[in-house]
């Protein structure tokens, strides 16, 4: 058994130019008052256990979410859905920070998906995000780095 600590605290960037960020977008701030509160936000699918407030903080002291993976007990995969209804078109890159407790080895993928209609957009580590060895890790991820899995109906359109 593991756990993630993952901080959405996810930020969408829009770059004019790649040193500075213009424009940024809260996708997920983990600002939940409780446990139950995070709990109504994600729901936890196929077995997984529900998500929890992180009692660790990211790097710069944000709140974080903890998602425990008892990988032993579930028959498939551990995942978390949180509908949003949010227009990402105008973002170029997804950031998120990341931090594994426990046996890291026993994940084979990791992946992020935003849903779109009747498809998805999904990154993965075979694009660079992976889970880190140990410590925090802080993923940029290019938006165009995304592949399309079904039929999505646009950036501008996440649910």
């Keep these: 058994m593991f756990r993630i600590l993952v901080c959405f605290c996810m ?5 004019i130019n790649p040193v500075q960020a213009q424009e940024t977008y ?25 998500v929890t407030l992180s009692i660790e903080n990211i790097p710069d002291g ?4 903890s998602f425990l993976c008892d990988l032993p007990r579930l028959s498939e995969r551990a995942y978390w ?5 949010m227009d990402l078109s105008r973002f170029d890159r997804i950031a998120f ?19 779109s209609g009747s ?13 880190p060895m140990q410590g ?7 938006r165009a780095d ?3 899995e079904g039929t999505p109906t646009s950036w501008s359109s996440i649910d």
């Design 11 to 15: 930020v969408a960037y829009l770059f």
């Design 26 to 50: 809260d996708i997920e701030a983990c600002n939940y008052a409780d446990n139950q509160a995070a709990q109504i936000a994600w729901t936890a699918r196929g077995g997984s256990d529900p």
């Design 62 to 65: 944000s709140p974080a979410l």
């Design 81 to 85: 859905d949180r509908n949003i209804n």
């Design 97 to 115: 920070w990341i931090k594994v407790i426990g046996a890291q080895q026993a994940v084979r993928q990791c992946s992020l998906h935003f849903r």
């Design 119 to 131: 498809g998805w957009y999904t990154a993965n580590q075979n694009i660079g995000f992976g889970l």
């Design 136 to 142: 925090w890790q802080h993923v940029i991820l290019n």
């Design 146 to 148: 995304f592949v399309a």
